[in-house]
């Protein structure tokens, strides 16, 4: 169980966003068990404490796992460490993850995200953690970074933690393409940054023996119709997350399908499922490119 610094100052909301714990039944366990108490600022304004939202995260385990919270309100910091301990042994499930995860970029815990992430990968290996724990979770604290709840400083600490492990097992794989393997090519359009879902597809081609080229972040148009006459894909792969106008977005895609005529083109990312624009011959949006083409 981790100790943090009572720095935090955080809103019922807050505790919602980051615990999954209703405001309401936050409210019910104050009152009926006690198991947080809010300070006050100056104004009279109740705030939450980092302290109370480890402990609430604790606690938010422990119940979900069949502890009635009338029970937990009666153990100490030390049993309550204890219980964890046992549930940490004996399960590691979604959840578990989820929290621990969630903790370790609250305190900035590089060592604590580490033994998370090392336990999913034992228990599920490293795509299906990668697919089913890493990409929710950053779904999640993306609403929370939207809503003010936590600091962009934090977000970007678990990113690059991230980023380092796509890329650390990318190297670490032993594929040889054959002669004949398809080509993908993947970037991010002029002004992306956020890149870490197309470095696992990167790291997913590869894997199962693809010739990939990976161009990274903020790609000028003009610069991929020049590489054409080298690179010569059988697949592109683009991803968009950045707020976009359609007309913007669909004058995109019909300058890529040109560069590519003929080859199939895969738009990941939140944008392109949102746009509700056609997309040129061959195009797809795709929210599971691996799931999508079967690659086993």
Not at 57 to 66: A, K, M, P, R, T
Not at 72 to 80: C, F, P, T, Y
Not at 136 to 159: C, V
């Amino acid at each position: 169980m981790l100790r943090m610094q009572s720095t935090g100052k955080y809103s019922i909301r807050d505790l919602e966003r980051l615990s999954g714990v209703k405001a309401h039944t936050i409210r019910i366990w104050e009152k009926r068990y006690g198991i947080i108490k809010p300070e006050r600022t100056d104004t009279n304004i109740r705030y939450y404490s980092n302290d109370d939202l480890r402990h609430l995260l604790n606690i938010s385990v422990l119940n979900n796992h069949g502890y009635k919270i009338s029970a937990i309100s009666e153990m100490s910091e030390g049993e309550i460490a204890r219980r964890l301990s046992d549930l940490q042994v004996v399960k590691q499930d979604k959840d578990n993850y989820q929290e621990n995860l969630l903790l370790s970029m609250i305190e900035l815990n590089e060592a604590q995200f580490n033994k998370t992430f090392h336990s999913a990968i034992m228990n599920r290996g490293f795509e299906k953690t990668v697919v089913s724990i890493i990409f929710p979770f950053f779904e999640r604290i993306g609403l929370m970074w939207q809503t003010g709840t936590i600091n962009p400083a934090q977000e970007h600490f678990i990113s690059n933690i991230i980023r380092q492990k796509i890329i650390a097992a990318t190297d670490a794989l032993n594929v040889i393409p054959a002669a004949n393997a398809q080509t993908v090519l993947l970037f991010l359009p002029e002004g992306e940054l956020h890149e870490l879902g197309l470095l696992f597809y990167n790291y997913a081609f590869r894997a199962r023996g693809y010739k990939a080229i990976y161009l990274g972040q903020s790609v000028p148009l003009e610069s991929l119709q020049r590489i054409t006459g080298i690179c010569r894909p059988d697949l592109v792969v683009t991803a968009m997350i950045n707020a976009t106008q359609r007309k913007d977005y669909e004058h995109f895609t019909r300058l890529l399908a040109k560069a590519f005529p003929g080859k199939k083109i895969f738009y990941t990312g939140l944008v392109p499922s949102s746009a509700g624009i056609e997309l040129p011959k061959h195009a797809y949006r795709v929210a599971d490119l691996i799931a999508f083409l079967r690659l086993k």
